[in-house]
């Protein structure tokens, strides 16, 4: 499929995004290991959540989609069964990393495998720790790292260890965490930089305690006590695409209704005010996830300097930053990025690859910064997805501020986050602006 925008165009009205993917993921595997029933009152249906469901029903769980509404019931910390099978964890790094995790702490062995974009990812980086713990991990060891599939045998308990994490990974902190629940003791994360802590939020509202002291974070292992019924915030980095559509360009007006608003995530928000844009957010919660109302008025952004040390709060957004970026006046600089490269592809070659397609000033400056000249006027082409996501609806965006008529090829795999992007945009920008079309031309 090819979704084709023509530009430009303001957005107006109110925007739905999907519940959270970085937080289903992890409410789904926690009330997998704990003893009764929770329901999930907004499934947002997308690939990657799929993955983890279809991964925690292969270990025993049992699960229920009514509508939206997802209901699993738990088979406590003691009850996963071995699978019959390889886990395939399709492209999602969040269910292969959480997921090895768990079955670190397990008495059976299993093998996690991969589609072709995450069989391209790290996974030293859980490796190590998880060995630390006492289990044992294999997969394709390669120029100093180690790719999927992934063979875990596992060892219960694990050994409770103190781990300083080479990289701010929140999905790294989150699968120590998860083996720390079967430990021998209290497990302790320390981050380089804070990166977002659903998963401490949500072993909390499992039960377990999680006490967290300057940059160090320590799980006491114990049982689970299902929770009932969540409701998850609207994902804030599905939000984010909406919400740079609207603050670059004036004449947009939009609203995003419990939007998810975590300190640790919300980094976007916060570079986006810097260039000056005009977002208003009424927070509520806690207890568990705050989430709020967000408002945005569009108007000219300004250029900005993104240290690395903001990356990890605005890691997935970077993206539609650079796009953000292309609209404001003057020079915008972004450090750090080098994780950006190990994403579902090298999400700095895409996004340079498609911005300097659509007429925008962006170049590399060393290895992991990028720098973006605003205010060139974007002029609409052919541009490729690659594969990724955030590529795709980041693009999207930057059709809707070019002139004329933006292709973007492969646009498909939106559906690994957000399966029903284009209507929505279509929702806000018009139906003339945004269209999809299947590979033969003809209007999907
Ligand atoms: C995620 C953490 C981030 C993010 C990914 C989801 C998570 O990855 O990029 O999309 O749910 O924990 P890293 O923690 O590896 O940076």
Redesign the pocket.
Known sequence: MDAVIHGPAAVQGTAVVPAD??IC??LVLLSALSEGETTLGRWPQAEDCERTRGLVEALGAGTTLTGTQLRIRGVGPSGLRAPSGPLNCGAS??TM??AAGILAGQSFASVLTAAPSLARRPMRRIVEPLAQMGARLTGEARGGDVYPPLRIEGRRPLRAIRYTLP????????AILLAGLFADGPTTVVEPQP??D??ERALERFGVRVTREGPAVTLTPSPLRAPGDLTVPADL?GAAFFVVAAAARPGSALTIDLVGLNPTRDGCLRVLQAMGADLETQAQGPPGEPFGTLVITGRQLTGVTVAAEQV?TL??ELPVLLVAATQAAGRSRFEGLG?LRV?ETDRIASMLEGLRRLGAAVSLEGPDTVVVEGGRPLAGTAVDAAGDHRTAMSLAVAGLFAQGTTRIRGAECVAKSFPDFFERLAGIAGSSTVKTVDKAGGLC
Do not use: F, N, Y
């Open positions: 993917k970085s993921h992890r790094g969040t990393r959480l990289v701010a990974s929140a999905q790294v902190k989150s990166t977002r659903h998963t980095s990890p890691i997935d994780e994403k």
